[in-house]
């Protein structure tokens, strides 16, 4: 079992950045994908960003260029970097662990509550 703890959300206005945080209760070695999803009001979840075990990376259309997932090994964390933020990034945020593929969702934390002004 995996358990998955974010943080890092909060209140920001236009143009500003946040750094989320995912903690894993495991070694990221024994995890093959770590991934980003978010969840607008009356939307369905919509998938970020992922990280492979070895580093390599992937990003939705929508944020690329603007967003930056990474991993810090040694403290079981995986990160997500968000610059120049916009009203349309406000969601909840949920970090997502699985075998494979570029959308994981074998285990998933809480959430946190990312929210843009105009």
């Known amino acids: 079992q995996v358990q998955l703890v974010e943080s890092g959300g909060g209140l920001v206005q236009a143009g500003g950045s946040l750094r989320l945080s995912c903690a894993a209760s495991?070694?990221?070695?024994?995890?093959?994908?770590m991934g980003w999803y978010r969840q607008a009001p009356g939307k369905q979840r919509e998938w970020v960003a992922a990280?492979?075990?070895?580093?390599?990376?992937n990003y939705a259309d929508s944020v690329k260029g603007r967003f930056t997932i990474s991993r810090d090994n040694a403290k079981n964390t995986v990160y997500l970097q968000m610059n120049s933020l916009k009203p349309e990034d406000t969601a909840v945020y949920y970090c997502?662990?699985?075998?494979?593929?570029?959308?994981?969702?074998?285990?998933w934390g809480q959430g946190t509550q990312v929210t843009v002004s105009s």
């Open positions: 990280i492979t075990r070895v580093g390599i990376t």
């Open positions: 495991v070694t990221l070695f024994s995890i093959n994908v």
């Open positions: 997502a662990a699985g075998g494979g593929g570029w959308q994981p969702d074998d285990y």
